[in-house]
């Protein structure tokens, strides 16, 4: 399924056309940013609703985000991505629940990020497909849109919007 994922990270649709905003990760997420979202399933029901704070350093090519969701029951999670700038538009990172290494591809104002996640679901670790789009407007916000596969089967969708102090 990772191979399937890589390769899916080159075909993308193309950027917002009148969008004069270029999205650079390390420029974007370097520094403190806040981003909120909701997961819904393929329904559209919400499931869950979030807020991250999110710590970002951005040493030689390596972007380290340290992610922490509280969401709306109280629950509290952290995720610590290591991302690598492995060419002047494609990174690739690592987490501790994502399984295999995953593929980004930035093109204008858009970045296209699928990777792998191992989730907890009813007590059985499930292996899903994440499939994120982002697109950097005007004013700084990032929006973005993930989707959730299992199979190649949509079950979920994520919706986060970023705002970050360095836009």
């Known amino acids: 399924m990772a191979a399937s994922a890589a390769a899916c990270a080159t075909n993308v649709a193309p950027p917002t ?21 909701v997961f819904q399933d393929r329904r559209g029901t919400l499931i869950r609703q979030f807020k991250v704070d999110i710590d970002g350093t951005w040493e030689g090519n390596v972007l380290t985000l340290d992610e922490r969701f509280t969401y709306a029951d109280g629950a ?14 494609t990174y690739e ?37 994440f499939d994120d789009r982002m697109w950097l407007q005007p004013d700084g916000i990032l929006i973005n849109r993930a989707k959730v596969k299992k ?7 994520a919706t986060i919007v970023f705002q970050s102090p360095n836009k």
């Open 17 to 37: 056309a009148q969008a004069p905003e270029r999205l650079v990760l390390e420029e974007y997420f370097k520094g403190k940013t806040t981003a909120w979202g």
């Open 93 to 129: 990172g690592t987490a501790g629940d994502v399984v295999g290494v995953a593929k980004g591809l930035v093109q204008g104002n858009q970045l296209s990020w699928i990777y792998d996640v191992e989730l907890n679901i009813d007590g059985r670790k499930v292996v899903v497909t």
């Open 151 to 157: 199979f190649g089967i949509v079950f979920g969708e």
């Open 76 to 89: 509290k999670e952290q995720r610590i991505w290591t991302i690598r700038k492995t060419g002047p538009n």
